[in-house]
């Protein structure tokens, strides 16, 4: 059995809401750690002196309960293993695959006294019909691929090793778990992303939509891995994938862009890229047009394009977003008047402007990248991001820290 990398954020988000009438819904793309996640908190819970005749553990995924597809039947089962007495700790992995889950879910929170705990593998589980059933009364934890500083933690690494070259190996590889099994064997690790990333074409998006066009779903999401961090449009990406032959028809180049937004958002509710707008940060007002995409984790870039037009600049971008995005924060694009900040990132009363660069050493890189947020007036911090190794000090409220410092914090 493989070990289980312990990852205690999330172990400890759902220890500070263990036993409040809350569905604890863990939500993340698939292969991420979710059920490992369960597993491990499974263990704490006995850890804690629960006994495990009060845990109910079910991977709906499993043969086991393929009998168990309709919400009544899972009902009935679910009943049946619940303790008489005494609450219990109901996990379910991938529940989406039961028709009807939330009214199942709901019914179990009125008739017993139970703590719950669900993986999904796709935005679909926070549609409105479960909103109906479970409005208030659920608490979202996302999960996602390993941080950098994980996945240093759970790679076995040659002694002298330095955290540049580990870094390399993060951007090759990424971060989805199973691949420490691996050992950065290239082949082998790139055909277990296929593997994933096919599984999340077929079930997670064209199973759940009908009259989809697997190949423009596949070109649409190569588009976005090979311009991450590129400002763009559903309908440029039309006008671009219809310009250079993708789309054939002048029946579909007229509905490309619309087309390409129904796509786009099927690939975001299955968590493989993320959508991010745009911020007037002295109009303080979001922008509707043109926004950027970023992937979830870069090992679906390398394995589909390996190092075909690989933008370095544009991967760290990634990485930074992916982990603001791990720390909690709300993220977006900052346009001041013709400059852009890289990223705004707020959370609660925080915000954070940050710029990404490769280095700062070329003196018009430095002011290009200073420049808008030398613009920003307020008294929010702001800071550059840069593989330069030896930096240090702040230009005029501008700290400047090295980025791999930042994702090891």
């Known amino acids: 059995m493989t070990r289980l990398i312990n990852r205690p954020k999330y172990i400890d988000e759902l220890l500070a809401h263990k036993d409040v009438d809350l569905v604890k819904i863990v939500t993340g793309i698939r292969r991420c750690g979710k059920s490992s996640i369960l597993d491990l908190y499974h263990q704490k819970l006995l850890d804690l002196g629960v006994d495990n005749e009060h845990i109910l553990h079910m991977n709906m995924e499993s043969m086991r309960y393929s009998d168990l597809k309709d919400y009544k039947n899972f009902y009935e089962f679910v009943s049946e293993h619940i303790p008489k007495s005494g609450k219990a700790y109901l996990m379910f992995d991938e529940l989406q695959v039961v028709a009807g889950w939330e009214k199942a879910i709901e019914s179990f929170r009125l008739d017993f006294d139970v703590d719950i705990y669900i993986t999904g593998s796709n935005a679909y589980m926070l549609s409105t019909d479960f909103s109906t059933f479970l409005s208030g009364r659920y608490v979202e934890i996302k999960v996602l691929p390993l941080s950098f500083k994980e996945f240093i933690t759970f790679n076995e690494f040659a002694q002298g090793v330095t955290k540049a070259e580990m870094f390399k190996k993060y951007l090759q590889f990424g971060g989805m778990p199973i691949l420490k099994d691996y050992k950065f064997d290239e082949l082998a690790s790139f055909q277990a992303l296929e593997g994933i990333y096919s599984t999340i074409i077929l079930k997670d998006i064209l199973q759940r939509n009908g ?9 649409i999401f190569l588009f976005v891995c090979d311009n991450l961090g590129s400002v763009t449009s559903p309908n440029n990406i039309g006008n671009v994938l219809a310009n250079s032959g993708e789309l054939i028809t002048g029946k579909i180049k007229a509905v490309a862009g619309k087309t390409v937004e129904r796509y786009l958002d099927m690939l975001c509710r299955a968590f493989i890229c993320y959508p991010v707008s745009r911020f ?44 603001l995005l791990r720390r909690g924060y709300n993220v977006y694009i900052g346009k001041v008047d013709d400059t852009e900040v890289d990223f705004i990132a707020e959370k609660f009363n925080e915000r954070v402007y940050l710029q990404v660069s490769l280095s700062l050493i070329d003196a018009s890189t430095y002011d290009r990248e200073m420049k808008p947020l030398q613009k920003i007036r307020d008294n929010h911090p702001k800071k550059v991001l840069t593989m330069d190794p030896i930096v240090s000090g702040n230009d005029n409220g501008v700290e400047i820290v090295n980025v791999l410092d930042w994702l090891l914090e």
């Open 211 to 219: 009259q989809t066009d697997q190949a423009l779903l596949q070109k």
């Open 280 to 323: 007037d940060v002295k109009g303080k007002q979001l922008l509707k047009t043109l926004g950027k995409y970023y992937l979830v984790d870069l090992g679906f870039r390398q394995m589909l394009l390996g190092n075909r037009r690989q933008d370095l600049g544009h991967l760290l971008e990634n990485v930074v977003y992916v982990e």
